[in-house]
């Protein structure tokens, strides 16, 4: 096994019903964030932490995926011609981010089943996962998936992302039983998918971001369907840890929930107010929203 990480899988198949109708036929992962979809920002993520080669799990329907990292000759001879020379740079390094690959989940049979796909792919390597609609703000210059790449560096052996979350919330995530080890690492004992807040064993929950050894392929053969008919990665990672240790690392970092439509809007006033050229109107036209007596200069 190489120790490098140079792969990742991206599972991107799902329908993405939480945010309906938007979703009927665009793919959730092109939602955008200010102007750039969120699979970009994850896809951005991953090569700056020194991933090469990523694997995209998709499903009919959502080719859209595909087009957006292809390159897009018309609209870059179109930007060439009328001298947008910023936009065409911009576009041109969208298609030259990584080398990626796709492959499609025939029947969407759970998150699993998708990361399944991908042991061709992995081959004897480790492979990092990030799912594709959720965004990771890193609280250092080192990107969420790099934080998990230094930790298996350490550690040599599958590293999960782990993040607090409020008691109401545990019923949402994969939930870590986990005991702190060496390294500032927590050595995993247990994880449970989506638990009720008295089963849920922490509030230390599972953050779209992994780090797998090949184990966990023999181990996604290995289970049966489960929550929801579906094949879990959870269960996977339950009978991985009975055959390998598996370490959690708390993120340092942020997680934007873009699955609720309340945390979506959120995140997308919060990154157009990181942009200077939309800060001031922006900044404006919410003041006036939160307070409508301030008056809306032009
Ligand atoms: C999946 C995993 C869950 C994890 C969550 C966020 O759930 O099954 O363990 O906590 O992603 O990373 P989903 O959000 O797909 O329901």
Redesign the pocket.
């Known amino acids: 096994m190489k120790t490098a990480v140079t792969k990742a899988v991206i599972p991107a198949a799902?329908f993405g019903t939480r945010m309906l109708p938007f979703t009927k036929a665009v793919p959730k992962e092109l939602i955008p964030l200010v102007d750039k979809p969120v699979l970009q920002y994850v896809v951005e993520e991953a090569v700056a932490s020194g991933i090469e080669d990523i694997l995209i799990v998709i499903s009919a329907g959502k080719e859209a995926i595909i087009r957006h990292f292809n390159p897009a000759p018309d609209l870059e001879s179109r930007l060439e011609e009328s001298g947008r020379h910023e936009m065409l740079a911009e576009i041109q390094s969208i298609s030259k981010l990584a080398r990626i690959h796709y492959v499609y989940q025939q029947k969407l049979r759970?998150?699993g089943d998708a990361v399944r796909l991908a042991e061709n792919f992995a081959g004897d390597d480790p492979v990092a996962i990030l799912?594709g609609?959720?965004v990771l703000d890193s609280a250092s210059d080192r990107p969420v998936t790099g934080q998990l790449i230094d930790a298996y560096a350490r550690c040599g052996t599958s590293v999960i992302?782990l993040d607090e979350v409020p008691p109401e919330k545990v019923s949402?995530?994969?939930?870590a039983d986990a005991e702190v080890a060496a390294d500032g690492l927590l050595k995993l004992r247990d994880?449970l998918?989506?638990p009720s807040p008295e089963r849920a064993p922490s509030r230390l929950?599972?953050?779209?971001?992994y780090l797998f050894t090949p184990g966990i392929f023999a181990a996604l053969r290995a289970v049966a369907p489960g929550l929801n008919g579906e094949v879990?990665?959870?269960d996977a990672v339950r009978l991985l840890l009975r055959r390998e240790p598996v370490f959690g690392c708390r993120i340092a970092g942020r997680r934007f929930d873009l699955?609720s439509k309340a945390g979506f809007i959120a995140a997308n006033v919060e990154f157009a107010m990181r942009r200077p050229e939309l800060q001031e109107a922006l900044g404006k036209q919410l003041k006036h929203l939160l307070f409508p007596e301030t008056k809306l200069k032009n």
Request: aromatic share 4%.
């Open positions: 799902g759970g998150l799912l609609d959720t992302a949402r995530y994969g939930i994880l998918e989506k929950a599972v953050t779209a971001r879990q990665l959870t699955g």
